[in-house]
């Protein structure tokens, strides 16, 4: 597709649960970042990848996120045992380059019960 | 923790009015960016000003940086009602790839 894709768009998980969000970036872009945007926030930032290099993982908010982009193009967040306070809007965005334009998919939100 | 404010953090405006918006940050940056988000989808960029520009325009925008003062503007003129979004300012913090996001201003442009 022309743009950044996301899936899936919407999650409900319990408590204690865990789930993978898929961020599908534009071919050929060698950044990607993650963002979590909580209701009526700005996105906050996560993690960023270089190909298949995790540069910057210093806002995973704890040791139960995860993420991954094993061959340098799609990339998966992880997060496991989920709690009520995850639930936000993961926002992958992709670049062609480290300092440019951002370009963002459409968000997967989740859901904690 | 999020480096911009974006002020004020909320604003209605008539169609046809000029819209301002103004950003702060912390810390030396590359480059500014601002993006607009439409309720419940992604964040779509609007325009990049480098650190050593100071007024920037695309169409009906006219984007100011002020490094001095670690702050820009964002005017929208002639605003439209699908001009209605949330707009964020994002900085990169130098040194490192992240960009810093602000708190975001909810603009409404009423028809």
């Known amino acids: 597709g022309a743009g950044v894709s996301q899936s899936p768009r919407y999650k409900v998980a319990k408590r204690g649960q865990d789930v993978a969000l898929r961020c599908d970036p534009i071919s050929g872009h060698v950044s990607l970042f993650w963002y979590q945007q909580a209701l009526g926030q700005g996105p906050e930032f996560l ?67 | 923790s999020q480096q911009g404010e974006e002020d004020p953090q909320a604003l209605s405006i008539q169609e046809g009015e000029n819209a301002t918006m103004n950003c702060s940050y912390k810390t030396s940056i590359n480059n500014l960016q601002w993006y607009r ?35 820009s503007s964002l005017l929208i003129t002639a605003s439209r009602a699908a001009d209605t979004a949330s707009y964020f300012c994002a900085t990169d913090l130098s040194g490192t790839y992240k960009y810093i996001f602000g708190t975001g201003t909810r603009l409404k442009v009423l028809a």
Do not use: M, W
């Open chain 2, 37 to 71: 988000q439409n309720s419940g989808r992604g964040l779509v960029h609007l325009i990049l000003i480098r650190s050593n520009e100071r007024e920037k325009h695309s169409g009906r925008l006219r984007v100011t940086l002020d490094t001095s003062k670690k702050s």
């Open chain 1, 47 to 113: 993690t960023y990848f270089q190909n298949e290099a995790q540069l910057d993982k210093s806002g995973l908010p704890s040791d139960r996120f995860f993420a991954e982009r094993p061959e340098g193009s799609v990339s998966t967040l992880k997060i496991q045992r989920t709690q009520q306070e995850d639930s936000a809007v993961y926002l992958c965005a992709s670049s062609p380059n480290p300092t440019g334009e951002l370009f963002f998919g459409e968000g997967s939100r989740l859901t904690v019960l």
